[in-house]
């Protein structure tokens, strides 16, 4: 027996129940403490190299995530003009402020600096190190807040440098932070979707015994 009480297949469905949900409305099913006591509750457990916990982040709810995208619209839109490709993602952003909250992922740059120092034989990973503890704490927030109700979806900002800036100055971060993701979420405005196709575990696993 386990430990635990916790079941296994429970948690395989819990994780596998998580979506990408791109229709999202601006309302919460749950009162804004959840949501905080949701996320206090991952960056109380959430793994990071050596412990060194160089993850931060900011939530943003109601109005002032609506005050985000507009803020991130109005540096993206004649930067994506440019690309040709704003009367395709104009829509998708307009989508996005249209939810009810996001959830900014930060790297503290210092905390990786420091865990080199300390750590001089593995500095060179710590960079990696840092994404990956960051996705760590992405999908328990992703996974958590869709068994609370919510939809929610992934994005990656910083690929357009002006527009991290943007977001860092609105959230107020130091300059050593970092942007890895910003996860909008809202009550589903759409049925909850199926997991998409995967590659047969013929081409993904390899199992040696
Ligand atoms: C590392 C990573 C980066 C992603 N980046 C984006 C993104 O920038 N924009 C987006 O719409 N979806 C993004 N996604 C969501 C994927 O497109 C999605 O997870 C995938 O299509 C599978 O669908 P599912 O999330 O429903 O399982 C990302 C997912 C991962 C794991």
């Known amino acids: 027996m386990p430990a635990t ?10 994780a596998k129940y998580r979506r990408t949900i791109y229709g999202l409305k601006d309302t919460s099913p749950v009162p804004d403490s959840r949501i905080e006591e949701i996320i206090k509750e991952v960056l109380s457990f959430a793994p990071s190299s050596y412990n060194t916990q160089p993850g931060r982040i900011t939530l943003v709810l109601g109005q002032k995530h609506k005050d985000l995208w507009d803020d991130i619209i109005t540096v993206a839109e004649p930067i994506l003009k440019g690309f040709g490709v704003w009367d395709k993602m104009g829509p998708t952003f307009q989508a996005f402020r249209n939810a009810y909250g996001s959830v900014l992922f930060w790297v503290r740059g210092e905390s ?11 500095a060179h990973m710590f960079e990696q190190f840092s994404e990956h503890a960051s996705g760590m704490a992405q999908i328990y927030v992703w996974t958590a807040l869709e068994l609370e109700g919510f939809g929610a979806n992934l994005q990656h900002l ?6 991290e800036a943007a977001i860092k100055k609105f959230a107020g971060v130091p300059d050593d932070y970092s942007l890895k993701a910003n996860m909008n979420f809202g009550e589903p405005a759409q049925p ?3 997991v998409p196709a995967k590659l047969p575990t013929s081409e993904t696993l390899k199992i040696i015994k």
Do not use: G, R
């Not at 009480?5 to 819990?14: C, G, K, P």
């Not at 990786?112 to 593995?122: D, L, M, P, W, Y």
């Open 158 to 163: 910083a690929s357009i440098p002006p527009v």
């Open 192 to 194: 909850h979707p199926e």
């Open 5 to 14: 009480a916790y079941n296994t297949d429970q948690w395989l469905a819990a």
């Open 112 to 122: 990786v600096k420091e865990s080199q120092e300390t750590h001089k034989a593995a």
